[in-house]
Each structure stands twice: as structure tokens, then as C-alpha cells.
T-cell receptor, first 116, second 112 residues
Framework: GAGVSQTPSNKVTEKGKYVELRCDPISGHTALYWYRQSLGQGPEFLIY????????DSGLPNDRFFAVRPEGSVSTLKIQRTERGDSAVYLCASSGTGTGGPGELFFGEGSRLTVL | DQQVKQNSPSLSVQEGRISILNCDYTNSMFDYFLWYKKYPAEGPTFLISISSIKDKNEDGRFTVFLNKSAKHLSLHIVPSQPGDSAVYFCAGIDSGTYKYIFGTGTRLKVLA
């Protein structure tokens, strides 16, 4: 499809398990963002990639969270030793802006993570 | 520290009337602002933006106003329609960092 694709749409796991969430951005978009949205809250910034490199990972809450984008397209958010507090909707967004200032972020539908 | 605040968690408006959603920010480095709309079980979708060099941007029924001295922006929807019922988020961006910071959202309900 033409939009940002996220898989899985729903993931239920047990406390302590490892989880991977995948994001396939819009083709050609160089910027890719991960956000986390908890119930009743706005999207919380986690990490931003420009190409293959993490330009800003200041939002990752701790070292259990890690994200990669090895070829500058698909990105994977990895969460180790999941905790119940990690339960949230994880949103991915991409943007084609490289010049001319910030542009619109295109969001996927999110991956809902539930840690039991 | 919450850099973008939407102090009204919810708002109800009669169909045909004006909806005004407010947003305050603290980061003086923000030079670009966007509004997003979100329906349940969907990702946020872009609505309208404004650069800090402007004080108003209009797109159809949607107008965003920016008051830099007050660090305040507002989204006006007129006339409001039932299909506008959604959660609205404002976001501020520092173009030096490209980090988009979102507010907590305002749930708008337009009553038919």
C-alpha cells in the first residue's frame, strides 16, 4: 500500500518476554519516527531516524528499548524483558522532508502492545 | 516537563457552530506547529500546519491562529460537523532537531 504499514497490529505477551514491532514507511521517505501512546495521553516521542542512523534517541525510556533501520527503509522497535508498564500503542511515522523545514508526518495505524 | 499542553481534555459543540481547540507551549525554539486528528483505532492524520513566521493559516473550514508572545495556538473549525468528532493533537517542532512534540489531546464531540 501507499501508507505507513505497521505489524503486528496487536501483540499480547507475557512479562519478561522479548517483542519486536515492525514499521514499513512510505517509499522514499528518509525520516522515520517511533512514538508511544498510552491511554488518554498524546504520542510520546521515542526515536527519530534520518536514513539509517538514529538522529535522536533521547525518548527511549531505558536500555530495554532499541530500534534499528539497517537499510534506511524498514525499522524495527525491539523491547527486551517487557514490563506491564510497556503496554501502549506504538506508532510509527515517516516524512519525506530533507529540506525546506519540517513537514507532515504520516502515521501508521499503530501496534497495540499488551503485556500481561 | 510537558512542552506542549492542551488543557481541555474534552469539548462538546453543536453541529454548525464553531469549535475552538487550544494549545499552549513552553519551548521557545518551536518554529513550526501542526494539528492532527485521530479517530479510534487509527493513526493520527494531518490537518493543518503553521510556521512561526505567520499568525494565521486557513484551509477550508479549518483555521489555525498563532500568538507567539503568548506561546499559544488555537484551531478553529467552522462550521463544525459530526464527522469532526475525534481527538485533536497539536504538535510543536524545533526545526533544528526535527523532534515533533505532541500535546495530550482534546476530544471533540460535535452534536447533531
Amino acid at each position: 500500500g501507499a501508507g505507513v504499514s505497521q505489524t503486528p497490529s496487536n501483540k499480547v505477551t507475557e512479562k519478561g518476554k522479548y517483542v519486536e514491532l515492525r514499521c514499513d514507511p512510505i517509499s522514499g521517505h528518509t525520516a522515520l519516527y517511533w512514538y508511544r501512546q498510552s491511554l488518554g495521553q498524546g504520542p510520546e516521542f521515542l526515536i527519530y531516524f534520518q536514513g539509517t542512523g538514529a538522529a535522536d534517541d533521547s525518548g527511549l525510556p531505558n536500555d530495554r528499548f532499541f530500534a534499528v533501520r539497517p537499510e534506511g527503509s524498514v525499522s524495527t522497535l525491539k523491547i527486551q524483558r517487557t514490563e506491564r508498564g510497556d503496554s501502549a500503542v506504538y506508532l510509527c511515522a515517516s516524512s519525506g522532508t530533507g529540506t525546506g523545514g519540517p513537514g507532515e508526518l504520516f502515521f501508521g495505524e499503530g501496534s497495540r502492545l499488551t503485556v500481561l | 516537563d510537558q512542552q506542549v499542553k492542551q488543557n481541555s481534555p474534552s469539548l462538546s459543540v453543536q453541529e454548525g457552530r464553531i469549535s475552538i481547540l487550544n494549545c499552549d507551549y513552553t519551548n521557545s525554539m518551536f518554529d513550526y506547529f501542526l494539528w492532527y486528528k485521530k479517530y479510534p483505532a487509527e493513526g493520527p492524520t494531518f490537518l493543518i500546519s503553521i510556521s512561526s513566521i505567520k499568525d494565521k493559516n486557513e484551509d477550508g473550514r479549518f483555521t489555525v491562529f498563532l500568538n507567539k508572545s503568548a506561546k499559544h495556538l488555537s484551531l478553529h473549525i467552522v462550521p463544525s460537523q459530526p464527522g469532526d468528532s475525534a481527538v485533536y493533537f497539536c504538535a510543536g517542532i524545533d526545526s533544528g532537531t526535527y523532534k515533533y512534540i505532541f500535546g495530550t489531546g482534546t476530544r471533540l464531540k460535535v452534536l447533531a
